[in-house]
Nanobody, 125 residues
């Protein structure tokens, strides 16, 4: 059974930093994408950053050059380092992961099948 547990959220002043962690158990890091989403009050959930099984990263324009996604395969943990935080970064942050599936000899990934419970990040001015 795959479980995702986030930690590291909290309150910080604008310009500060936080590092989110997501411990993922029962999951093979080498097969599909993992990432971080966020949802602010009254807004749709949005993709913040993702990392492929090859280590290729991607970021939303709003967080480029401020956030860094990384993973530690030995610790089964996904991270999101958030620097120069802005008030508009306030949201609940979720880690998510694809589900690897196989059909005969064909392997594919079901997008964002697994989700954590979320961790609140509040940035004040």
């Amino acid at each position: 059974q795959v479980q995702l547990v986030e930690s590291g959220g909290g309150s910080v002043q604008a310009g500060g930093s936080l590092k989110l962690s997501c411990r993922i158990s029962g999951y093979d890091f080498s097969r599909c994408e993992m990432g971080w989403y966020r949802q602010a009050p009254g807004r749709a959930r949005e993709l913040v950053s993702k990392i492929s099984s090859d280590g290729i990263t991607d970021y939303a324009d709003s967080v480029k050059d401020r956030f860094t996604i990384s993973q530690d395969n030995y610790k089964n943990t996904l991270y999101l380092q958030m620097n120069t935080l802005k008030t508009e970064d306030t949201a609940v942050y979720y880690c998510a992961a694809d589900r690897a599936r196989r059909s005969g000899s064909y392997e594919y990934c079901v997008k964002w099948e697994y989700w954590g419970q979320g961790t609140q990040v509040t940035v004040s001015s």
